[in-house]
């Protein structure tokens, strides 16, 4: 089993940045790549960056291009969310997600494992 954590979000205004880090505890061998999904109230939850774990490699929505990156975090089978330049149309739920198989990118339904989430909400 492998259970995701997530932390990081908050209230931030419009213009400002914010870290998100998604920690992967349990069994994480051959892990393959760790997603980030937003979900804002009443919308479709939103695929916006992929981290390939073995070679670095990342997508990203066009929502979130130049504005947002991901990569790997301080300790082993971390992954970050940088958010710059936020605006108020971010504001959402954040999830981190895992994939044992699939390359970048990849479907909410395709996600072998989800985070809790964390909120994310920025103020005009």
């Known amino acids: 089993q492998v259970k995701l954590v997530e932390s990081g979000g908050g209230l931030v205004q419009s213009g400002g940045s914010l870290r998100l880090s998604c920690a992967a505890i349990?069994?994480?061998?051959?892990?393959?790549?760790v997603a980030w999904f937003r979900q804002a109230p009443g919308k479709e939850r939103e695929g916006i960056t992929c981290?390939?774990?073995?070679?670095?490699?990342?997508t990203y929505a066009d929502s979130v291009k130049g504005r947002f990156t991901t990569g790997r975090g301080e300790t082993k089978d971390s992954v970050y969310l940088q958010m710059s330049s936020l605006k108020p149309e971010d504001t959402a739920v954040y999830y981190c997600?895992?994939?044992?198989?699939?390359?970048?990118?990849?479907?909410?339904?395709?996600?072998?494992?989800w985070g809790q989430g964390t909120q994310v909400t920025v103020s005009s």
């Open positions: 997600a895992i994939n044992w198989f699939a390359n970048c990118p990849w479907s909410a339904t395709e996600a072998n494992w």
């Open positions: 981290f390939a774990l073995r070679d670095g490699s990342t």
């Open positions: 349990g069994y994480t061998s051959d892990l393959h790549s």
